[in-house]
């Protein structure tokens, strides 16, 4: 087993935990009556955000010198997006619960330790990988940090609506045309 092998269990079982809590619950929002569109497409997000890290990864795969600050950054996005996906599904819950309520509840949680691990990320691409801090996937990847602050910061209905339409179809879109390929930003 390599290294990259043996760090990669770890990221893959905090990913696992988090995609398996956000599916678990994605039917009963869909069939919950008191479901809001904007929570499930957030869950939606996060479900492909998950699969995007985990294939955004392969990446780190030629790393020659691993320590326990590059072991521990490639867990902090992880470990956010765990805290998000709980936060935002938690494992305990009404078969009649008021998702949109819930969403408003949390949305400032679970954002933060969104935004936080996608700064941590842009910023360990440029130190750990070497990707220049003008790459292509920066089109993408800014405004979805924007996203995610504008859905930390904003109040109204209207705010939420359009961050969360913006995060999935950039998502969608930079994982179309950047992250097609094992290696995207590091080929070779």
């Known amino acids: 087993m390599t290294t990259f092998e043996y760090v990669m269990v770890m990221v893959s079982v905090v990913l696992a935990l988090a995609l398996a809590q956000l599916l678990r ?16 497409l957030w869950m939606l997000s996060l479900v492909l955000l998950i699969v995007q890290i985990w294939w955004a990864y392969w990446d780190f795969n030629a790393t020659e010198i691993w320590t326990f600050a590059l072991y521990l950054y490639l ?6 997006v765990f805290i998000a996906a709980s936060l935002l599904v938690p494992a305990t819950r009404a078969a009649d619960m008021d998702w949109r309520a819930h ?32 790459h292509p996937y920066r089109v993408f990847q800014v405004p979805m940090i924007a996203s995610l602050l504008g859905a930390v910061l904003a109040t109204g209905h209207g705010a939420h609506r359009l961050f969360a339409v913006a995060f999935f179809g950039l998502l969608l879109v930079s994982q179309l045309v950047i992250r097609m390929n094992l290696g995207a930003l590091v080929p070779g």
């Open 25 to 40: 619950a994605l039917t009963e929002v869909v069939t919950n009556p008191r479901r809001y569109w904007v929570h499930a």
């Open 75 to 80: 867990l902090a996005y992880p470990i956010g």
């Open 103 to 134: 969403y408003y509840r949390v949305h400032r949680w679970a954002f933060t330790a969104l935004l936080a691990c996608s700064l941590i990320a842009l910023t360990g691409q440029v130190f750990y990988l070497g990707v220049p801090a003008l």
